[in-house]
């Protein structure tokens, strides 16, 4: 499956974005999907997880009640909602796929940069 991530920008803390992220390839609703996050000088980190039929989410405590992962298996789409922007959420985010929950994901996006300025 090849995936594409779009939707992020320069933000001002407190606001919100939406990112996208849109899977070709083979069926979309066999992955579990997943975003993940790395900021300047920083090791990647997951962000949030979503199960094949979206009924199940999983977050960071970090993003928690700030951010909202869902997907659209019509569409081939996942997206990270993210309200209340902080500049600690200052990263370049990815999207990636795994078809069952494991430590390592089979597939990933290339990444799309989000900025949130103070």
């Known amino acids: 499956v090849q995936l594409q991530a779009f939707g992020g920008g320069l933000v001002q803390a407190g606001g919100s974005l939406r990112l996208s992220c849109v899977a070709s390839?083979?069926?979309?609703?066999?992955?579990?999907m997943g975003w993940f996050r790395q900021a300047p000088g920083k090791e990647r980190e997951f962000v949030a997880r979503?199960?094949?039929?979206?009924?199940?989410?999983y977050y960071a405590d970090s993003v928690k009640g700030r951010f909202t992962i869902s997907r659209d298996n019509v569409k081939n789409t996942v997206y990270l909602q993210m309200n209340s922007l902080k500049p600690e959420d200052t990263a370049v985010y990815y999207c990636?796929?795994?078809?069952?929950?494991?430590?390592?994901?089979?597939?990933w996006g290339q990444g799309t940069a989000v900025t949130v300025s103070s």
């Open positions: 390839g083979r069926t979309f609703s066999t992955y579990v």
């Open positions: 990636a796929a795994q078809l069952q929950v494991q430590p390592t994901y089979d597939y």
């Open positions: 979503i199960s094949r039929g979206g009924g199940s989410t």
